[in-house]
């Protein structure tokens, strides 16, 4: 129960935070990390709904392929 109370962050940290990521990067280059890693997201969701589909795929000729060769 104590580590919820560690992972929780109040408004005050979240504007601490904020203000050193506006302070260490700037203002342009924010958007554009943002973004990037928006694409990166969506990248890794495709990736595995991709990689969901193809086994029952796979499963199903490499059943007829044993068949085939019996």
């Known amino acids: 129960m104590h580590t919820l109370t560690i992972l929780a962050l109040s408004w005050q940290h979240i504007l601490i935070v904020a203000v050193l990521l506006l ?25 595995i709904k991709e990689d969901e589909k193809p086994e029952s795929k796979t499963e199903n000729t490499s059943s007829s392929s044993t068949t085939n060769s019996n």
Do not use: N
Request: charged content about 30%.
């Open 23 to 47: 302070i260490l990067f700037g203002g342009k280059k924010i958007p554009e990390m943002m973004r990037g890693m928006g694409s990166g997201i969506k990248e890794f969701k495709d990736a």
